[in-house]
């Protein structure tokens, strides 16, 4: 697979199609790679986050960056291309996630507590790693972006509704942008209803 992207890179929003397409696995580690990691690092520090999923940029393949420390030149950055899980807790926590393809949405998520996760890195080279509390639920929320699953699909049906109207007003204004008809257009609609 050929990475190509433009710079600079910008966070996709929901409900864009990008968040929900396959999302190939990489099979070059090259500069390419690396310079679309970097790219993704510059996304995520200028945007306060502290994971980034390739998907989230609008490339679909499958790569995550995180920080857990979310501050550049503190805590560890940690790169995974390719990554599966070979297993999840039993035990399983409650936090408030949001999402940065969800700007402004928080909402309590139960994940498992530790996941067991084999990945490539940056240069190719196989590794597993056990992780648990943050990082775990990060690696997990960026992983299900992998799979073109959303925060909001983990939630509960009571916590999805204290959410709901913010994922309506997210929907409406994107898809507004996305059509681009015209003031017009707009203004016949809001005349008619």
Not at 15 to 23: E, Q
Not at 91 to 97: A, G, H, Y
Not at 132 to 143: I, K, N
Not at 165 to 179: H, K, N, P, R, Y
């Amino acid at each position: 697979i050929d990475l190509q992207f433009e710079s600079p890179l910008k966070i996709v929003e929901y409900p864009n199609p990008k968040l929900r397409a396959k999302n190939k696995p990489i099979d070059k580690f090259d500069d390419n790679l690396k310079k679309l990691v970097d790219e993704m690092f510059d996304v995520m520090y200028k945007t306060d986050g502290i994971e980034l999923s390739a998907p989230q940029v609008g490339i679909n393949v499958q790569l995550m960056v995180f920080n857990p420390v979310g501050e550049r030149g503190e805590g560890e950055e940690i790169v995974l291309v390719n990554p599966s899980v070979s297993q999840y807790s039993l035990k399983k926590t409650l936090f408030n996630e949001g999402c940065l393809s969800f700007p402004g949405l928080y909402a309590d998520v139960q994940r498992p507590e530790s996941v067991k996760i084999n990945s490539k890195d940056i240069n190719g080279s196989r590794f597993t790693v056990t992780l648990s509390s943050l990082p775990a639920r990060v690696f997990q929320h960026e992983f299900d972006h992998l799979q073109g699953i959303l925060f909001f699909e983990r939630m509960t049906d009571e916590e999805l509704d204290t959410i709901r109207d913010g994922l309506q007003v997210t929907w409406l204004s994107e898809a507004f942008q996305m059509i681009d008809f015209g003031v017009n257009w707009f203004s016949f609609i809001l005349v008619d209803l």
